[in-house]
């Protein structure tokens, strides 16, 4: 069975600092890989996915993630964090064969100026 | 297009009371779904679609039905509800069944508590 963890329940970063948030997934085939960012009230966005090809995924508001399939993670970064981007962020994992998303339980992370 | 919208977007039960979360979407996506969130547990699939007719369960069933007689609308009934499912529930859709093909839209959700 899929599933995926996200170590970190909390994170808080200085508004300009770098930002790496971890996500661990647990899959036996060629998983397929996504961050999506929910802000306070809001539903989810999708940042980034992966499912083949380069593991360096670039995504929206200048978000990535790297796929390290020897260490089954798909960590997510941003070189320097605005405060918009304080939210709930969820890593998710789907098989090639569905699109059935298991989630994280997530990571909320505070900016503080 | 107005994407997927989700209605109403609070509401307050009492145990054993009946209702039905409506979800639409103008997008002409095959495939549907249904997730619950709680805190510290992410989003768990409640039931899916992957056409009009055709709905199975997801993770946590339970408690919940799903049909689906049209592309566009695919409404979650809570027959009896129960404090247990008390949570915020989201709608989502995507063109294709395969996470390969398409990507996953999520509504704004529903508070839901029942006392």
């Not at chain 1, 978000?63 to 089954?72: H, I, L």
């Not at chain 2, 709608?91 to 398409?102: D, L």
């Amino acid at each position: 069975a899929q599933s995926v963890t996200q170590p970190d329940i909390h994170i808080t970063v200085s508004e300009g600092a770098s930002l790496e948030l971890r996500c661990n997934y647990s899959y036996g085939a060629t998983p397929y890989l996504f961050w999506y960012v929910q802000s306070p009230g809001q539903g989810l966005q999708l940042l980034l996915k992966y499912f083949s090809g380069d593991t360096l995924v670039q995504g929206i508001k200048g978000f990535e993630a790297e796929f390290k399939r020897s260490q089954s993670s798909f960590n997510l970064r941003k070189p320097s964090v605005h405060w918009s981007d304080a939210a709930e962020y969820f890593c998710a994992v789907a098989s090639e064969y569905g699109n059935k998303l298991v989630f994280g339980a997530g990571t909320i992370l505070r900016v503080k100026s | 297009n107005a994407g997927v919208t989700q209605t109403p977007k609070f509401q307050v039960l009492k145990t054993g009371q009946s209702m039905t979360l409506q979800c639409a979407q103008d997008m002409n996506h095959e495939y549907m779904s249904w997730y619950r969130q709680d805190p510290g547990m992410g989003l768990r699939l409640i039931h899916y679609s992957v056409g009009a007719g055709i709905t199975d369960q997801g993770e946590v069933p339970n408690g919940y039905n799903v049909s689906r007689s049209t592309t566009e609308d695919f409404p979650l009934r809570l027959l009896s509800a129960a404090p247990s499912q008390t949570s915020v529930y989201f709608c989502a859709s995507s063109y294709s069944r395969q996470a390969a093909a398409s990507t996953q839209y999520f509504g704004p959700g529903t508070r839901l508590t029942v006392l």
